[in-house]
Nanobody, 119 residues
Protein backbone atom coordinates (compact mmCIF):
# COMPACT_ATOMS: atom_id res chain seq x y z
CA UNK A 1 0.00 0.00 0.00
CA UNK A 2 1.31 3.41 -0.98
CA UNK A 3 2.11 5.58 2.00
CA UNK A 4 3.70 8.91 2.87
CA UNK A 5 4.41 9.68 6.52
CA UNK A 6 5.54 13.11 7.61
CA UNK A 7 7.46 13.86 10.78
CA UNK A 8 9.40 16.67 12.40
CA UNK A 9 6.69 19.24 12.97
CA UNK A 10 6.19 21.06 16.23
CA UNK A 11 6.29 24.38 18.03
CA UNK A 12 9.20 26.72 17.31
CA UNK A 13 9.96 30.32 18.16
CA UNK A 14 10.18 32.98 15.47
CA UNK A 15 13.59 32.88 13.87
CA UNK A 16 14.02 29.21 14.66
CA UNK A 17 14.45 26.17 12.45
CA UNK A 18 12.74 22.86 11.85
CA UNK A 19 13.46 19.94 9.59
CA UNK A 20 10.52 18.00 8.21
CA UNK A 21 10.91 14.53 6.84
CA UNK A 22 8.63 12.37 4.73
CA UNK A 23 9.08 8.62 4.48
CA UNK A 24 7.63 6.89 1.44
CA UNK A 25 6.70 3.26 1.01
CA UNK A 26 4.71 1.04 -1.30
CA UNK A 27 5.77 2.62 -4.60
CA UNK A 28 8.89 3.25 -6.65
CA UNK A 29 10.05 6.46 -5.00
CA UNK A 30 12.71 7.30 -7.58
CA UNK A 31 10.20 7.93 -10.39
CA UNK A 32 8.13 10.40 -8.43
CA UNK A 33 8.52 14.13 -8.23
CA UNK A 34 8.19 15.17 -4.59
CA UNK A 35 6.68 18.29 -3.10
CA UNK A 36 5.82 19.90 0.18
CA UNK A 37 2.56 21.78 0.48
CA UNK A 38 1.10 23.64 3.42
CA UNK A 39 -2.30 24.80 4.50
CA UNK A 40 -2.87 27.48 7.10
CA UNK A 41 -6.23 27.91 8.86
CA UNK A 42 -8.75 29.54 6.55
CA UNK A 43 -6.41 29.41 3.55
CA UNK A 44 -6.02 27.19 0.54
CA UNK A 45 -3.32 24.59 0.33
CA UNK A 46 -0.25 26.01 -1.37
CA UNK A 47 2.90 24.58 -2.89
CA UNK A 48 5.94 25.31 -0.75
CA UNK A 49 8.74 23.39 -2.44
CA UNK A 50 9.24 20.91 -5.28
CA UNK A 51 12.03 18.56 -6.21
CA UNK A 52 12.08 16.54 -9.40
CA UNK A 53 13.19 12.97 -9.85
CA UNK A 54 16.89 12.55 -9.16
CA UNK A 55 16.89 16.04 -7.64
CA UNK A 56 17.61 17.64 -10.99
CA UNK A 57 15.31 20.57 -10.40
CA UNK A 58 13.89 22.40 -7.40
CA UNK A 59 11.31 25.17 -7.08
CA UNK A 60 10.12 27.23 -4.15
CA UNK A 61 7.28 29.52 -3.30
CA UNK A 62 8.44 33.10 -3.24
CA UNK A 63 7.61 33.42 0.44
CA UNK A 64 10.08 30.69 1.44
CA UNK A 65 12.83 31.02 -1.16
CA UNK A 66 16.18 31.45 0.55
CA UNK A 67 14.86 30.13 3.86
CA UNK A 68 13.65 26.60 3.00
CA UNK A 69 15.56 23.82 1.28
CA UNK A 70 14.07 20.64 -0.13
CA UNK A 71 16.14 17.50 -0.61
CA UNK A 72 15.59 13.84 -1.36
CA UNK A 73 17.38 10.60 -0.62
CA UNK A 74 16.32 7.93 -3.11
CA UNK A 75 18.29 5.28 -1.25
CA UNK A 76 16.17 5.88 1.86
CA UNK A 77 12.92 6.82 0.10
CA UNK A 78 12.74 10.08 1.97
CA UNK A 79 12.27 13.75 1.21
CA UNK A 80 13.13 16.50 3.65
CA UNK A 81 12.33 20.16 4.07
CA UNK A 82 14.82 22.24 6.04
CA UNK A 83 13.09 25.37 7.28
CA UNK A 84 15.11 28.28 8.64
CA UNK A 85 14.24 31.78 9.83
CA UNK A 86 10.69 30.72 10.56
CA UNK A 87 8.01 33.31 11.16
CA UNK A 88 4.37 33.24 12.17
CA UNK A 89 3.23 33.14 8.55
CA UNK A 90 4.86 29.73 8.22
CA UNK A 91 2.38 28.28 10.72
CA UNK A 92 0.42 25.59 8.89
CA UNK A 93 -0.07 21.90 8.39
CA UNK A 94 2.65 20.68 6.04
CA UNK A 95 1.88 17.86 3.60
CA UNK A 96 4.15 15.64 1.60
CA UNK A 97 3.13 14.89 -2.00
CA UNK A 98 4.41 12.38 -4.52
CA UNK A 99 3.48 12.65 -8.19
CA UNK A 100 4.61 10.24 -10.89
CA UNK A 101 7.05 12.08 -13.13
CA UNK A 102 5.17 11.28 -16.36
CA UNK A 103 1.80 9.89 -15.26
CA UNK A 104 0.67 13.03 -13.49
CA UNK A 105 -2.62 11.48 -12.48
CA UNK A 106 -0.85 9.14 -10.11
CA UNK A 107 -0.10 10.95 -6.88
CA UNK A 108 -0.13 10.34 -3.16
CA UNK A 109 -0.50 12.53 -0.10
CA UNK A 110 0.62 12.24 3.47
CA UNK A 111 -1.61 13.14 6.38
CA UNK A 112 0.37 16.20 7.33
CA UNK A 113 2.40 17.49 10.23
CA UNK A 114 1.64 20.64 12.18
CA UNK A 115 4.19 23.46 12.30
CA UNK A 116 3.47 26.29 14.71
CA UNK A 117 5.71 29.34 14.91
CA UNK A 118 5.00 31.31 18.06
CA UNK A 119 6.77 32.94 20.96
Amino acid sequence: QEQLVESGGGLVQPGGSLRLSCAASGFVFSVYDMSWYRQAPGKERELVAFISVAGNSTRYAGSVRGRFTISRDDAKNTVALQMNSLNSEDTAVYYCNARHFVRFGIEYWGRGTQVTVSS
